[in-house]
Structures are given as C-alpha cells and as structure tokens.
C-alpha cells in the first residue's frame, strides 16, 4: 500500500473552561501550531466558532458504549461541521481515564509511532494534561513507538481534535497524542496489537482523517462511499482493497483516498477481531459543500462512530408483508436514484412498521436472469434497518469489486433480494450449524468469510462442503482452513421481489 499524504499564546495561570480544571503551561508543552489557520488563535473566537458547529451539526444519536470516533482534521471552515458530528456521539459527561488522538503525519516522515511524553498540548483554549507516563509505557514496551517530538511540533491532525475536546468535555481527562507516520499496514499491526488493551468503554479514541484529495465533486463523493463502506465493515483487508482498486481507476486530480489510512487501519486491526464492535455513519459532506469550497476540487469528511453492541437479538422479527414490499421498494429506489443520478433518495418514514425501524443488520442481492449481479451486507446492528438496506442497495449494484457497477439500462431486469439478519453468535462445534437456517461466518486472522443461509439451501452442499467452500472460496484459506478458525452463525429473514409478487 503506497503512502498516502494529506494536505503562542502561554498561560500562566489556572485556565478554568468547560467544568474542568486545565493544567499550567510549561516551556516544555507542545505549542499550537495552526491557531489562526486552521482556525481562530483568539480563545472568544474560537469558542464562538465551536458553537456555531456544533449547533449546525449531526446531533447525539445516542449511541451507548463509543469507544471511538472518525473525525476530520481539514479547517474548521470546512471540515469543523463534520467533526463537531462526530463529537458529539461522545458521552461529555463520561469520565474517560485516557483520551487517544491518532493523526497521520503530514510534516515528517518516519514509520512507527510517535507519542508525546514531553509536556502537555496547548490550544488557545487552555492546556490540556497529557498522560506522559502511559506514553513512557508505551515507548519502552513497544519498538514500533518513539517519543520523537518534533513530529508533533508542527503537525496539525492532533491538535484540531483538541479544542473540539476542550468545548465539549464537562469531566476532567488526559490525551495520548500520537502521530503516525507508516508506509506499511504491517506497521498498523504493530500500533494496533500495543494499543489494544486500550480498546474498551474506559477510553476513546480519536481518528483523525480527512478522505478523498482534489478531484471533483461526484468523484468525491463516489470514492468516500466506497472508503466508508470498507471501513463500516470493519475489515482491514477489504479496506485496503478498496483503497487500491480506487488509486488504479484513474481518477481526475485524486491524489489519495483517505490522508489517515494509517490511523484507520490501526483502528480497524483493533476492532476487526471483535464482533460486538459496531460502526455507525453520522455524516458525509466535503469542502465543495460549503461556501468556501470549489466543486472542481474537493477534499472528503466522513463522521464514524464506534461502539460496543447492544443486545438486539429478535431484531428482524416481526417483519410483515408490507413491511417486506416497503424494504423492497427502499432497495429499488435507492438503486434506481443512486445509478442514475447519484443522488440519495428520502426516505418517508411515517408509513414504515416498528420492525422496518428497528435497527438491524442485512444484506441485499442482486440478480439478473437468475444469475448473481452483486451482494453485499452489514452484519451490525446500530442503525435502522430501512435506512442499512438503502446503503447495502447502493453497495451492492456500485461496490461489489466481482462486478462491474450496474448501469441504467439494467435497473429493471434486477431482482432484488433481502436478508435482514439476527446477531452473530460464536459456536463452539459445527454441530450447532443448521443448513437453511443458519449463516456462516469463518474468521482466521485477517481473513474472513461469510455465506448466507439460503447459500446451502441452494447449492444442496454438506455442512462439510458449506464451511469448505466458505473457508476457501470466501475467506481464502484452505479448504479445511475452518478447522482451526473461529466460527459465528446468524439467521436471516429473507425476502424477495419474485416471492412477494406471487
């Protein structure tokens, strides 16, 4: 994976702001290096301007358990609505014992880790407390981190998150900041295996990212989707792989996908392993969406939160017909809209059943006379369940890499197909699999696989040829690679365009 590149005031006092007390600064605390640039050096400006974000941004959407969030790092002119989105999914009355900030490097080049252990970070908001010991830890106990500090000195991707902290926060808190400089994903390996004891509802992370550089608009906003999507799978390798096969397309003026895949990466090697991780999208914008902005050339703001599952089992039950036809009719148009026009359809949501609004994961399939045009699922459960089949619609008919995108003239020879899902399980022997109505899920280091249950029904296999064919065709292993792999199963509801029009 090629490397990927994105575009003082001291206080001597006791700084009180936002029900916390900030610490006093020192000669050896990180100055801010972009205040007046990438937004307001003037703590009353800088305030205002926070408000006035956060006001305009995605609200709480009332996530339990974030244990992490993607935030952009461009201008606040920019990307500051998107990243106060992405914020405030954040618990501002959680008393956090660690805050990490992941930001890629832009200014040095270097691969590993560099955490700050000399002081505390300085905004025009006050100093916020560093935990240097834990930093210390860091570096002695893992090879891939330093305490290079002069790869923070005049890096920017850290610092932005900090005032959007120092406004919201309401408990005290400590920040591990930590640039990334990689030109590997195995070096994302390294980060991800020392920082993962980290992962838990005791502390947040923080991903500083900004996605696409420069090409146009409809370009931009194809590109961040289809990053968005991989990571939203919370797959690593897929994320990689949809980063390549974006960089070999030829884009006008795309200089990279995604500025932060390092931190991306290293978040996704956290989380890929575990399946009570959930990825919920808040918010896409780009630059050209606001005033400032060319639509010539953008650069891309996603807003992702990360959370522990909440227990949704049964949460596909009670799906009646019309509720069935209405999902359908959600997946139609969304494909229809999105083919021809790129564009989203609304969704009216008055008319949909509690059981089409309560979250769920699925998958949508698409067919063409009778052969497989694309599929494509999510197996989280942290959003409604109308609005993930919308999303897995678009996928599959635009994203499925087996497939070439459809086009228009295909739209109405599609047959749709839906499978919305229960909650993986892990299973301790194959025994507990039931053809036809469970699905499978193989994972084996950072190889993965998964069929649906309907799979076995229509290919007549063996449990033995089902894992087999999984473990090789799907997940890329061996043929008997499920043997000594984790297993999970789930059930799905499944339904079709064909089934309901009879």
């Known amino acids: 994976m090629k490397t990927l590149r994105c575009s003082s005031l001291i206080f001597l006092f006791l700084f009180f702001f936002g029900g916390q007390v900030l610490p006093q600064v020192s000669q050896l605390d990180r100055q801010p290096a972009v205040a007046g640039q990438f937004y307001p050096a003037q703590p009353g400006e800088l305030r205002e301007l926070l408000k006035k974000l956060f006001s305009a941004a995605v609200p709480s959407r009332n996530i339990k358990n974030v244990i992490a969030i993607i935030s952009p790092h461009a201008g606040y002119v920019f990307s500051g609505t998107v990243a106060a989105s992405s914020f405030n999914q954040i618990d501002p009355t959680k008393e956090y014992e660690n805050i990490f900030i992941l930001g890629p490097s832009h200014q040095m080049a270097f691969e590993g880790a560099s955490v700050y252990t000399s002081g505390?970070?300085?905004?025009?908001?006050?100093?916020?407390?560093?935990?240097?010991?834990?930093?210390?830890?860091?570096?002695?106990?893992?090879?891939?981190?330093?305490?290079?500090?002069?790869?923070?000195?005049?890096?920017?991707?850290?610092?932005?998150?900090?005032?959007?902290?120092?406004?919201?926060?309401?408990?005290?808190y400590r920040i591990v900041p930590i640039v990334i400089g990689a030109r590997e994903p195995e070096t994302c390996k390294e980060i991800a295996s020392a920082l993962r004891p980290y992962l838990n509802t005791k502390n947040l992370f923080i991903i500083s990212t900004d996605f696409?550089?420069?090409?146009?608009?409809?370009?931009?906003?194809?590109?961040?989707?289809?990053?968005?999507?991989?990571?939203?799978?919370?797959?690593?390798?897929?994320?990689?792989?949809?980063?390549?096969?974006?960089?070999?397309?030829?884009?006008?003026?795309?200089?990279?996908?995604?500025?932060?895949?390092?931190?991306?990466?290293?978040?996704?090697?956290?989380?890929?392993?575990?399946?009570?991780?959930?990825?919920?999208?808040?918010?896409?914008?780009?630059?050209?969406?606001?005033?400032?902005?060319?639509?010539?050339?953008?650069?891309?703001?996603?807003?992702?939160?990360?959370?522990?599952?909440?227990?949704?089992?049964?949460?596909?039950?009670?799906?009646?017909?019309?509720?069935?036809?209405?999902?359908?009719?959600?997946?139609?148009?969304?494909?229809?809209?999105?083919?021809?026009?790129?564009?989203?359809?609304?969704?009216?949501?008055?008319?949909?059943?509690?059981?089409?609004?309560?979250?769920?994961?699925?998958?949508?399939?698409?067919?063409?006379?009778?052969?497989?045009?694309?599929?494509?699922?999510?197996?989280?459960?942290?959003?409604?369940?109308?609005?993930?089949?919308?999303?897995?619609?678009?996928?599959?008919?635009?994203?499925?890499?087996?497939?070439?995108?459809?086009?228009?003239?295909?739209?109405?020879?599609?047959?749709?197909?839906?499978?919305?899902?229960?909650?993986?399980?892990?299973?301790?022997?194959?025994?507990?699999?039931?053809?036809?109505?469970?699905?499978?899920?193989?994972?084996k280091g950072n190889r993965s696989g998964t069929f649906l249950p309907q799979v076995a029904t229509e290919t007549g296999w063996t449990k033995e040829e089902f894992l087999g064919h999984c473990a090789r065709d799907k997940a890329g292993l061996a043929w008997d690679g499920w043997k000594d792999a984790e297993i999970y199963v789930f059930e799905a509801t499944v339904f079709s365009e064909e089934e309901l029009s009879r």
């Open 120 to 172: 505390n970070y300085v905004t025009p908001l006050g100093a916020v407390t560093v935990n240097k010991a834990l930093g210390e830890q860091l570096v002695r106990e893992h090879p891939v981190f330093t305490r290079e500090s002069a790869a923070h000195v005049n890096e920017h991707s850290v610092e932005v998150q900090i005032p959007f902290l120092q406004y919201l926060m309401k408990k005290n």
């Open 212 to 443: 696409s550089h420069y090409p146009m608009y409809d370009d931009a906003v194809r590109v961040d989707k289809i990053s968005a999507d991989a990571i939203l799978l919370n797959s690593a390798a897929h994320l990689i792989d949809v980063t390549r096969s974006s960089e070999q397309k030829g884009i006008t003026n795309l200089l990279t996908t995604m500025c932060g895949w390092s931190c991306v990466l290293t978040l996704l090697y956290m989380t890929e392993n575990s399946t009570d991780v959930n990825y919920s999208l808040i918010q896409y914008k780009n630059s050209g969406d606001t005033e400032f902005g060319d639509k010539k050339r953008v650069v891309g703001y996603n807003a992702i939160a990360v959370s522990l599952k909440q227990n949704n089992e049964g949460s596909n039950r009670g799906l009646t017909d019309k509720s069935k036809r209405d999902l359908l009719t959600i997946a139609r148009n969304a494909i229809e809209h999105y083919v021809k026009e790129r564009q989203l359809p609304l969704i009216d949501t008055s008319h949909l059943s509690p059981a089409a609004k309560r979250n769920g994961g699925t998958f949508v399939t698409l067919r063409k006379n009778g052969e497989l045009r694309g599929c494509i699922g999510r197996f989280d459960a942290n959003d409604p369940l109308y609005a993930v089949v919308q999303q897995m619609a678009i996928a599959a008919a635009t994203e499925d890499y087996r497939f070439p995108q459809v086009q228009p003239d295909e739209i109405a020879g599609l047959e749709i197909e839906i499978s919305a899902l229960t909650p993986m399980r892990k299973i301790a022997s194959i025994d507990e699999i039931k053809l036809g109505r469970h699905g499978i899920y193989i994972k």
